[in-house]
C-alpha cells in the first residue's frame, strides 16, 4: 500500500515526477507516485495521474487494474486527459479481442467531442457495428469519421463504406464517399492509400456502367440499334467484376434475338481478324463459344497442347532423316509453325526435349 501523501506537495510536480520515472524504466516508482496523487482526491491533475497509472500497469500486465485507473480518469469529464483514457481503455478491450466491451469505451471517446479522438473511436464504431449486422449504424458511424477530414482515419472510413454501399448496390452513393475520402489523402505523400481509393472509385463506376448497360437491355425486344452495343459492352465489362458466367448469359441472349443477333454476333467476332471470304472454318464455332463464355485462354491451353504433342511426333520421326517422301511430307508438317510468333517457342522447346531425351545434339533442321 502506497503512503499517505504530503499535504503540503504539488500534485502536478508530483505528475511531471512519475511520468520522468515512466519513461526512464522505473515503472514501479511511477505507479506509486501516481497513486499518491490521486490519494489527495480531486485535484486539478487526478485526470492526468489516473491515465499516467493506467498506461504503467497496462505496460506491467496489470490490465485490470489499468482499466479501473482509465475509468477514474474518465469520470473526470477532463477534455484533454479523460477522451485519452476512454481510448486508452477501448484499446485494452480490442487487443483483447473484446470488441462488445471496446464499443462502451469508444463511445465514451465520442461523448467527450474531443476533435483529436474522434476520427478513430467513428471509425471503430462503424467496424463494430458492422460486424454485427448494423450497417445503418455503420454507415453514420463512417459518414462521421470522413467528416472529421483525418487524413488518417478518414479514408479508411471511406473505403470500408463505399465497400458495403457496393455490396448493397449503391455506386453512385460509393462514388460521393470515395471521393470524399481521396480528397482528403495527400497522394504525393501516401500514393498507395490514394491507390487504394483511386481502384475502389474504379470499380464504383464500373458497377454503375454494368447497371446502365443492364438497364439499356431491359427492354423487350431489345432496341435494334442501342442493343447490339449495350449487350457487347455489358458482355465484357462484367468479367472485370468477376461475373464471367454472367457475361456468357448475356452473349447468348444477344445472339438468340431475331433482330440484333447478326449484330451481336459481330461484335463477338471482332477479334477474330478479317473476314476469311465465307470459308467454313471448323474451328470457328468452337472460338465463337468461347470467347462467348470467357473459356478463350482455356482453350487455347487445349489448342496449343495439342499441337505441341503432335508436333512432338512428327519431329522425332522426322530427325531420323529417312530420305523418303514420308520424310518430306514429314519435314512439311514441323514447318508449318514457322510462320506464326510463336514458332520459334516451339521448335526451341521440342529442341531442348529431345536433347534431354537422347543425349544426342539436336539435328539441324534444314530450310522449308
Known amino acids: ?31 506509486l507516485l501516481f497513486e499518491k496523487v490521486l490519494a489527495m482526491g480531486e485535484t486539478p491533475v487526478r485526470a492526468q495521474a489516473a491515465l499516467g497509472l493506467a498506461v504503467v500497469l497496462d505496460d506491467a500486465g496489470e ?17 484533454e486527459y479523460g477522451p485519452r483514457a476512454a481510448y486508452h481503455l477501448a ?26 479522438y474522434l476520427p478513430p473511436a467513428h471509425l471503430a464504431l462503424a467496424r463494430i457495428a458492422d460486424d454485427g449486422g448494423d450497417f445503418d449504424a455503420a454507415r453514420e458511424h463512417w459518414e462521421a ?12 472510413a ?48 464500373l458497377d454503375q456502367a454494368i447497371g446502365a448497360f443492364g438497364a439499356a437491355l431491359a427492354a423487350e425486344p431489345a432496341d435494334p440499334e442501342t442493343g447490339p452495343l449495350a449487350t457487347e459492352l455489358l458482355a465484357r465489362t462484367l468479367p472485370l467484376r468477376g461475373r464471367g458466367g454472367e457475361a456468357g448469359e448475356v452473349w447468348r441472349r444477344g445472339l438468340a434475338e431475331p433482330g440484333t443477333a447478326p449484330q451481336v454476333r459481330a461484335r463477338l467476332r471482332r477479334d477474330f481478324g478479317e473476314d476469311d471470304g465465307g470459308a467454313d472454318l471448323w474451328w470457328e ?24 504433342h503432335m508436333y512432338a511426333l512428327l519431329a522425332v520421326r522426322y530427325a531420323e532423316r529417312r530420305g523418303d517422301e514420308a520424310h518430306a511430307v514429314l519435314g512439311g508438317a514441323v514447318r508449318v509453325p514457322d510462320g506464326y510468333p510463336w514458332g520459334p ?14 543425349g544426342a545434339p539436336v539435328p ?5
Not at 145 to 156: F, H, K, Q, S
Not at 165 to 193: C, H, M, S, V
Not at 285 to 308: H, I, K, N, R, Y
Not at 348 to 355: D, G, I, P, Q
Open 285 to 308: 464455332p468452337v472460338v465463337e463459344q468461347a470467347v462467348s463464355e470467357g473459356t478463350l485462354p482455356a482453350l487455347a491451353g487445349e489448342a496449343f497442347g495439342a499441337l505441341d
Open 63 to 79: 490490465v485490470e487494474r489499468a482499466r479501473e485507473a482509465d475509468g477514474v480518469a474518465i469520470a473526470t469529464g477532463d477534455p
Open 145 to 156: 469519421a470522413v467528416a472529421t477530414g483525418d487524413a488518417e482515419y478518414g479514408p479508411l
Open 1 to 31: 500500500m502506497s503512503e499517505l501523501p504530503d499535504e503540503t506537495a504539488d500534485p502536478a510536480r508530483m505528475c511531471e515526477e512519475a511520468r520522468g520515472l515512466a519513461e526512464g524504466g522505473a515503472a514501479g516508482r511511477a505507479a
Open 345 to 358: 517457342l516451339l521448335h526451341e522447346s521440342f529442341a531442348e526435349r529431345l536433347r534431354l531425351a537422347t
Open 158 to 205: 471511406a473505403h470500408d463504406l463505399a465497400q458495403r454501399l457496393l455490396e448493397r448496390g449503391d455506386p453512385a452513393r460509393a462514388q460521393k464517399t470515395l471521393a470524399a475520402g481521396l480528397r482528403l489523402i495527400d497522394r504525393e505523400a501516401a500514393p498507395y492509400a490514394y491507390a487504394r481509393l483511386a481502384v475502389a472509385l474504379g470499380i464504383s463506376y
Open 91 to 116: 484499446l485494452t478491450h480490442e487487443r483483447a479481442g473484446e470488441p462488445e466491451r471496446a464499443a462502451p469505451a469508444w463511445r465514451a471517446v465520442v461523448g467527450f467531442g474531443n476533435p483529436a
Open 364 to 368: 539441324e533442321w534444314p530450310d522449308g
